[in-house]
């Protein structure tokens, strides 16, 4: 089904009550249909029967951590786009995140109103595409309604991001995306990035695919692209 904001459904995972108030008043004036949780068990619960587009995820959660929430999540619903809400600023913190399968995260202290914008980004570029459904690019097919990929005949599964920097490469063989259009692609014009989040998703697909010589090849000092001749 193509993402509609009005129809896009948003979980929000965060135990301080008013701030998920906050959050859920905002999304919910914003044409989202918003359901909120105070702890990681009981969001998963309903994730798990009726999984959402969007799950809006603190990490440090009570007993069950945000990070183990986000592991659980891409186990069943690998296709559900996962923003994190964190107090941890540092990069080693964020890699963290994004490296365990989220598609953005927001530093707190944010603004109600900037977390509505990031989320309307992530659902835009993670929202299925409805032309031209099948990519053929030698090893790897895509269905773009579906939003599946096979790698000689085998399905890789792939979180909505790992899916969006495939697709932009994919879908243009031989160009080369510096670091800082792949970040606009990935989060948007609102997003807080930096250049070692493509890294860090670069490095999960070529690790997926399992192709050797990998056809995303490193462009020296400039990003990405992707090649069909093997080097």
């Known amino acids: 089904m193509v993402y509609s904001e009005v129809m896009a459904s ?30 990681g068990r009981t969001a998963l619960a309903h994730i798990a029967v009726h999984p959402p587009d969007l799950v809006l995820l603190d ?11 986000l592991e659980e999540v891409r186990r069943i619903h690998p296709d559900v786009a996962v923003i994190l809400l964190t107090a941890l600023a540092k990069e080693p913190e964020r890699l963290t995140g994004l490296s365990a399968g989220a598609d953005d995260y927001i ?3 944010f603004s109600p109103a900037e977390v509505v914008l990031r989320a309307k980004a992530v659902l835009r570029r993670t929202k299925p595409t409805p032309t031209n459904p099948i990519i053929d690019a030698g090893a790897v097919r895509i269905d ?51 250049d070692r989040t493509v890294d860090v998703f670069v490095a999960k697909v070529r690790k997926k695919l399992g192709l050797w010589p990998s056809p995303i090849r490193t462009v020296y000092r400039l990003g990405y692209q992707w090649t069909s001749e093997r080097p």
Request: hydrophobic share 40%.
């Open 10 to 39: 948003v979980v929000v995972v965060e135990d301080e009550d008013s701030l998920r108030a906050l959050l859920q008043a905002y999304l919910d004036r914003a044409g989202f249909v918003v359901s909120g949780y105070a702890d």
């Open 59 to 69: 990490i440090l959660l009570p007993e069950l951590d945000g990070l183990s929430v």
């Open 107 to 109: 530093t707190k202290p």
């Open 144 to 194: 773009t309604q579906s939003r599946t990929a096979w790698v000689n005949g085998r399905q890789t599964v792939l979180t909505p991001s790992e899916y969006t920097v495939l697709v932009t490469l994919v879908r243009h063989p031989g160009q080369t995306f510096t670091r800082n259009q792949l970040l606009d692609i990935l989060q948007g014009p609102e997003g807080e990035a930096f």
